[in-house]
T-cell receptor
Framework: DAGITQSPRYKITETGRQVTLMCHQTWSHSYMFWYRQDLGHGLRLIYYSAAADITDKGEVPDGYVVSRSKTENFPLTLESATRSQTSVYFC????????????FGPGTRLLVL | GQSLEQPSEVTAVEGAIVQINCTYQTSGFYGLSWYQQHDGGAPTFLSYNALDGLEETGRFSSFLSRSDSYGYLLLQELQMKDSASYFCAVNQAGTALIFGKGTTLSVSS
């Protein structure tokens, strides 16, 4: 199916465990983004990528790692999950000349116990 | 630093008009976007202003004044389905967006 998908949609993990959230888009958009959304904070940018093998830090990158070996995939890894990383994570993509128009995936709800 | 300010909550009745304001302070500015997010859903793009003035898309309009670092989203003929959160976002450097904290709009009958 065309679009942007995220997996898993829900995840419960424990403090200290490694967790990887997947993001896949079928539009061949150059830009991809990871946000976290918490009550009272809106959407905060974690990392973004302008193209395969090019990534950059956003507003809140600490504790997260990203990679982009293929244009269509942009996984986000929590190397050692902490309770403060309990959040809803959204992946988004956009075309190079249209960063103002981002297309969001359905989100992953992550609970760290 | 950078910041976007928008009201946390707005309430209105069906059929009314509501305006959601957004003021911003950023080191670079390419344009102002607006997104809508229903409870439990993903944000969806509504509109974008790169230049001063009003952009109209159906019942929704968005305005920008670059000299005042200010913009607003105007929603007309409100419907119950417009109850959602609305985010303004700044395209700061032509790459990533910086989002405001969002305004929760509640529409009642």
């Amino acid at each position: 199916d065309a679009g942007i998908t995220q997996s898993p949609r829900y995840k419960i993990t424990e403090t200290g465990r490694q967790v990887t959230l997947m993001c896949h888009q079928t539009w061949s958009h150059s830009y991809m983004f990871w946000y976290r959304q918490d009550l009272g904070h809106g959407l905060r940018l974690i990392y973004y990528s302008a193209a395969a093998d090019i990534t950059d830090k956003g507003e809140v990158p600490d504790g997260y790692v990203v990679s982009r070996s293929k244009t269509e995939n942009f996984p986000l890894t929590l190397e050692s999950a902490t309770r403060s990383q309990t959040s809803v994570y959204f992946c988004a993509s956009s075309e190079p000349r249209g960063q103002e128009t981002q297309y969001f995936g359905p989100g992953t709800r992550l609970l760290v116990l | 630093g950078q910041s976007l300010e928008q009201p946390s909550e707005v309430t209105a009745v069906e059929g009314a008009i509501v305006q959601i304001n957004c003021t911003y302070q950023t080191s670079g500015f390419y344009g102002l976007s607006w997104y809508q997010q229903h409870d439990g859903g993903a944000p969806t793009f509504l509109s974008y202003n790169a230049l001063d003035g009003l952009e109209e898309t159906g019942r929704f309009s968005s305005f920008l004044s670059r000299s005042d670092s200010y913009g607003y989203l105007l929603l007309q003929e409100l419907q119950m389905k417009d109850s959602a959160s609305y985010f303004c976002a700044v395209n700061q450097a032509g790459t990533a967006l910086i989002f405001g904290k969002g305004t929760t709009l509640s529409v009642s009958s």
